[in-house]
């Protein structure tokens, strides 16, 4: 079964500085579909950053970006210059290929509190 | 403001009931999808609807349906309800049809189940 681990259950940043938050998972899939979502204390999902699993080039948005590790499934996040507005929990999220019957697995890692220190 | 809305923000009810949750997703989209966030599951997928029809379902359970409306907008009814149903209850929705397309979230509604 697959299986999406956050290492991680908290972590802290300097503002400014830069800060990676780990993901692993597990799968033997070989096309399928990762996710970094972000909730703010506002409780509000946000996508952060996603990644197709048959790209090799790393996705990034902005002062985000990821490291896919695909043979050894990893999916870190980076946070580049830290804002205070990053504070929130991420969470790391496994998306299956879709079965020919449409129906598809989407699995989430407990999450990273991620606390940004002025 | 993502566009979507949810209906009710917060319910209390007891346990053994039925309630129903409301979701209008974002102008155009026509996928939806049901998620739930407890302390005890962690934030879990339940299922997805494209245009009214059942396209993936995660980990809901058989008192938990849903189902889509000609409208666009989703309901999710939970039925003999337990403490352990008291939840964060996520509704979204995307342009595609597939779920890999970028999810947008409603604000959530708060169950709580005594």
């Known amino acids: 079964a697959q299986t999406v681990t956050q290492s991680q259950p908290e972590m802290s940043v300097q503002e400014a500085e830069t800060v990676t938050l780990s993901c692993t998972y597990d799968t033997s899939e070989s096309d399928y579909y990762l996710f970094w979502y972000k909730q703010p204390p506002s409780r509000q999902m946000i996508l952060v950053i996603r990644q197709e699993a048959y790209k090799q080039q790393n996705a990034t948005e902005n002062r985000f970006s990821v490291n896919f590790q695909k043979a050894a499934k990893s999916f870190s996040l980076k946070i580049s210059d830290s804002q205070l507005g990053d504070a929130a929990m991420y969470f790391c999220?496994?998306?299956?290929?879709?079965?020919?019957?449409?129906?598809?697995?989407?699995?989430f890692g407990t999450g990273t509190r991620l606390k940004v220190l002025a | 403001d993502s566009g979507v809305t949810q209906t009710p923000k917060h319910l209390i009810t007891a346990t053994g009931q039925r309630v129903t949750l409301r979701c209008s997703p974002r102008?155009?989209?026509?996928?939806v999808y049901w998620y739930q966030q407890s302390l005890d599951q962690g934030l879990q997928f339940l299922i997805h609807?494209?245009?009214?029809?059942?396209?993936a379902k995660g980990n809901i359970l058989e008192r938990f349906s849903a189902q889509q409306f000609p409208d666009l907008h989703s309901e999710l009814n939970l039925s003999s309800l337990e403490l352990g149903d008291s939840a964060l209850y996520f509704c979204?929705?995307?342009?595609?049809?597939?779920?890999?397309?970028?999810?947008?979230f409603g604000p959530g509604t708060r169950l709580t189940v005594t």
């Open positions: 102008s155009g989209d026509l996928s």
């Open positions: 609807y494209y245009n009214g029809e059942e396209r």
């Open positions: 999220a496994y998306r299956s290929p879709q079965r020919t019957s449409g129906t598809y697995k989407y699995i």
């Open positions: 979204a929705s995307s342009v595609g049809t597939s779920g890999t397309s970028e999810q947008y």
